[in-house]
DNA sequence: CTGTTAGCGCCTTCAG
DNA sequence: CTGAAGGCGCTAACAG
């Protein structure tokens, strides 16, 4: 029923290498014969079976794409950006959605990549001993984010030079009492995000001779509701911040929901700065560092694909461009009157 | 190298056959033997290979998953959920990206997925001739959006009454000038919500009683930046509507932009109702009809599965509930005096 | 330029 | 309960 090689060669009484050769655009095979061939393979409607042609040939044309959450904005936008350049490029995405800790201890136990893909792009950040499981599938590997990591090609952005920027935003427009919403609990994920971007704040707080006060730092969890929950958090400590940067632009619309049921005005009564530049923060009018997120998926992407391709003028590491980009949820400090601490 | 079947069945002194029974759980293997087998297998680092077992099998484990965009929030939220009922399952997910006319066409005449995958989910509604060539591949198909459709198990929503929720809310807050954002161009994804949720619009303001008026229609694309451009049309028109149903979330927050950016206060000024429940509406106030997004994704899942396992008793359509949700963006209608048209 | 010969690694009868 | 054969559909040398 299903037709195969064989069957295309014997309508066209030729051996079936030749309908292969021809199929594939390898040489070997007048143009003439190349035609006749591939006409009637396409009106016999005749595919190659993947697996019989990935078991021949050791290719699987496939690429597996690593995420934590798909339906986050972040991972969705940086995947839709991969797969274009994959699926271009004649390779197959085949994607693994490790959110939980459960998902992912199975998947790096088992690793069901090992004779299923040429080469993996993980948006997840892996652990050293992640890391060297991947290492061991001997194929080519990209990661979305982070900083450079030895047997990885990675794409990622200068995390602590860009959370100063969006800090010393804030300190410039006279803010002394600000709150940092991030996250401490960085288990399922493993990334250094967090922390780097924490310690530009702790940074720029100390250049600008501002004491830090725990009081100010919530955990918002890189989520909406998280963000929202820190920031009420925040309005609970017996002197709240008069701006407060969060790491994320999620958490920091949490932020502004929160606010706006405590009916506190933005840029008025309190200043937010987000971080990522998602396309929605502009409709909240939302200050932010922005980052080229689907830039992300296609260079790590196009790196990846030079990589199978045996280049060796592929940098191990790229890093993006961040800018911040001022809108309506920063303003000047009042005055002075609550500013300081000591 | 690469460690293959016979290599742990010569560990072990056994056939391959017996390691193979005994790893896929197959009867006919004492459980002493099996878990010594098993044992062997872990230490040894032993995968079976995807393309092996599949082409000796006859099955892929792997399901298709066809979008428009991953990215966007809507369907990165279905792909997310589906993906986790899938893996939890033990099938690969293939995801292929057919946002633009040309990739989708391409993808349709060569469909790849022959011979490729046990089944296909599909965000996207196929026009009748693409409907056909996937039932020509003569595996079970189910689709997260539109009707009934022969061959598909489908999981959707009753557009029109979920739309006429949303207009009526409007209509009995008293406004008789109310706009509609959709999109008159279907083109790349082919499907009909647009044209249900307008139709909704259009009965229900006959309904009513109030003339329809051309001028208060406007085409947003189903985008943010196109809701934006929509709304700053209906501004610029004679007479701007007191409301506007925008037929998406992402329509209603770039309308909401386009408001802002004209100094116009919502509800006071203007009323403004979405469609989705977008996670991130809420953060804005936004009066929207909620759907439940991931129950797409893990309901039409879960009913492929089923077929997949020869269920018989699999349920060609459901449908899920909506909600109207009254947010910050909705307000009854200032007076009449612009109110009525005849 | 084209055909022949061997597998790729596994699963599935069919014997025992 | 286990082993031996055969083949899934294709590609990769090797001949000619």
Same mark, same amino acid.
């Given at each position: 029923?299903?037709?195969?090689?064989? *069957?295309?060669?014997?309508?066209?009484?030729?051996?079936?290498?030749?309908?292969?050769?021809?199929?594939?655009?390898?040489?070997?095979?007048?143009?003439?014969?190349?035609?006749?061939?591939?006409?009637?393979?396409?009106?016999?409607?005749?595919?190659?079976?993947?697996?019989?042609?990935?078991?021949?040939?050791?290719?699987t044309y496939s690429i597996a794409v690593l995420a934590p959450y798909v339906g986050r904005?972040f991972f969705g936008t940086v995947l839709d950006a991969a797969e274009r350049v994959f699926s271009?490029a004649?390779y197959d995405v085949v994607l693994y959605n490790l959110g939980?800790?459960?998902t992912r201890?199975?998947f790096?136990?088992?690793?069901p990549l090992?004779?299923r893909v040429d080469a993996v792009l993980s948006m997840l950040l892996p652990?050293?001993?992640?890391?060297?499981?991947l290492?061991?599938l001997?194929i080519p590997l990209a990661i979305t984010v982070?900083? !450079?990591? !030895?047997?990885f090609t990675?794409v990622?952005?200068?995390?602590?030079?860009?959370?100063?920027?969006?800090?010393?935003?804030?300190?410039?427009?006279?803010?002394?009492?600000?709150?940092?919403?991030?996250?401490?609990?960085?288990?399922?994920?493993?990334?250094?995000?967090?922390?780097?971007?924490?310690?530009?704040?702790?940074?720029?707080?100390?250049?600008?001779?501002?004491?830090?006060?725990?009081?100010?730092?919530?955990?918002?969890? =890189?989520?909406?509701?998280?963000?929202?929950?820190?920031?009420?958090?925040?309005?609970?400590?017996?002197? !709240?911040?008069?701006?407060?940067?969060?790491?994320?632009?999620?958490?920091?619309?949490?932020?502004?929901?929160?606010?706006?049921?405590?009916?506190?005005?933005?840029?008025?009564?309190?200043?937010?700065?987000?971080?990522?530049?998602?396309?929605?923060?502009?409709?909240?009018?939302?200050?932010?560092?922005?980052?080229?997120?689907a830039?992300h998926g296609t260079e790590a992407a196009g790196l990846l694909l030079?990589?199978l391709?045996?280049? *060796?003028?592929?940098?191990? =590491?790229?890093?993006? !461009?961040?800018?911040?980009?001022?809108?309506?949820?920063?303003?000047?400090?009042?005055?002075?009157?609550?500013?300081?601490?000591?």
């Open positions: 029923m299903t037709v195969s090689i064989t *069957d295309v060669a014997n309508a066209m009484g030729v051996s079936a290498s030749t309908v292969s050769r021809a199929l594939r655009g390898r040489e070997g095979v007048s143009e003439e014969l190349r035609a006749r061939i591939v006409a009637v393979a396409a009106e016999l409607g005749y595919t190659a079976s993947r697996s019989a042609s990935s078991l021949a040939s050791g290719r904005w271009t004649g939980s800790a459960e201890n199975r790096f136990a088992e690793l090992r004779k652990t050293e001993d992640e890391a060297e499981r290492r061991s001997g982070g900083g !450079p990591r !030895p047997g990675t990622g952005i200068d995390d602590r030079a860009s959370a100063e920027l969006a800090v010393r935003h804030l300190v410039n427009l006279g803010h002394r009492r600000i709150g940092l919403i991030g996250t401490r609990s960085t288990a399922p994920l493993h990334w250094t995000t967090p922390d780097l971007r924490r310690r530009a704040y702790l940074d720029v707080l100390a250049d600008a001779g501002i004491e830090y006060e725990p009081a100010l730092e919530a955990d918002g969890e =890189y989520t909406v509701d998280g963000g929202e929950r820190a920031m009420t958090d925040l309005l609970a400590a017996r002197q !709240p911040p008069t701006a407060v940067f969060a790491e994320s632009d999620e958490m920091a619309m949490g932020a502004l929901r929160a606010l706006r049921a405590h009916r506190l005005l933005v840029p008025d009564d309190i200043s937010i700065v987000g971080f990522d530049g998602h396309e929605l923060a502009d409709v909240v009018g939302l200050t932010t560092v922005a980052q080229p997120v830039d030079r990589r391709q045996a280049a *060796d003028d592929v940098p191990d =590491y790229l890093e993006l !461009p961040t800018r911040l980009i001022v809108r309506n949820t920063t303003a000047p400090h009042r005055n002075s009157r609550n500013g300081g601490t000591s």
